[in-house]
């Protein structure tokens, strides 16, 4: 398989509760993003790097998120101390540098926090 | 800050017939465009790229771009009820990091 793919499906946690989802790009892609998507919505930019670089950041990424890219591979989005309005779709997408023929999705991970 | 603007819709074709979806942008500087399409459900899927002005076709699908106008749009020819879904416009800026629109919500009657 080449595509991009990520880890969890589906996600049931309890407010408060930590979360870790897993993204795993497409091998010759240096680039890799993390979006957020609720229900009629685009998705909305969160991070991305740059091989091991966290290189962008948005706003929307408070400091109970963090991201990693250790080694320029996979990477791993953490939620610290979950609140009701992080359900959402979390998606990650990979492209090569300049993104020049497009941006490949993974099948997301879809978080619901009760 | 960087927009790109869609009719959320949903649009309303029958089957057989052309179904036009638009979408503006503010980023000057941007150079490529995409098209994704979104199940329900699922994560989008690229469709179209287009670079340059003027038309770009695929099969059933034909992306137009006028970068003076700011504006790109996507033609589904012969709508098959199998094309409803969302189709959403994604713009990469200057950093090559897409911004997209919410969607259009696309729905083919039989």
């Known amino acids: 398989d080449t595509g991009v793919s990520q880890d969890p499906r589906h996600k049931i946690t309890k407010r408060g509760q930590n979360v870790t989802f897993r993204c795993d790009p497409i091998?010759?892609?240096?680039?890799l993003y993390w979006y957020r998507q609720t229900l009629g919505q685009g998705p909305e930019f969160l991070t991305y790097f740059q091989n091991e670089a966290q290189l962008e950041k948005s706003r929307l990424l408070s400091d109970r998120f963090s991201a990693e890219r250790p080694k320029g591979s996979f990477s791993t989005l953490e939620i610290q101390r979950t609140e009701q309005g992080d359900s959402a779709m979390y998606l990650c997408a990979s492209s090569a540098l300049n993104g020049g023929v497009g941006y490949t999705f993974g099948s997301g991970t879809r978080l619901t926090v009760v | 800050q960087k927009e790109v603007e869609q009719n959320s819709g949903p649009l309303s074709v029958p089957e057989g017939a052309i179904a036009s979806l638009n979408c503006t942008y503010s980023?000057?500087?941007?150079?490529?465009f995409f098209w994704y399409r979104q199940y329900s459900g699922k994560s989008p899927e690229l469709i179209m790229s287009?670079?340059?002005?003027g038309d770009k076709e695929d099969g059933r699908f034909t992306a137009q771009l006028n970068k003076a106008s700011q504006y790109v749009s996507l033609l589904i020819r012969d709508s098959q009820p199998s094309d409803s879904a969302t189709y959403l416009c994604?713009?990469?800026?200057?950093?090559?990091?897409?911004?997209f629109g919410r969607g259009t919500s696309l729905i083919v009657h039989p």
């Open positions: 980023d000057r500087v941007s150079q490529s």
């Open positions: 287009i670079y340059s002005n």
């Open positions: 091998s010759e892609h240096n680039r």
């Open positions: 994604a713009v990469p800026g200057g950093s090559y990091i897409p911004t």
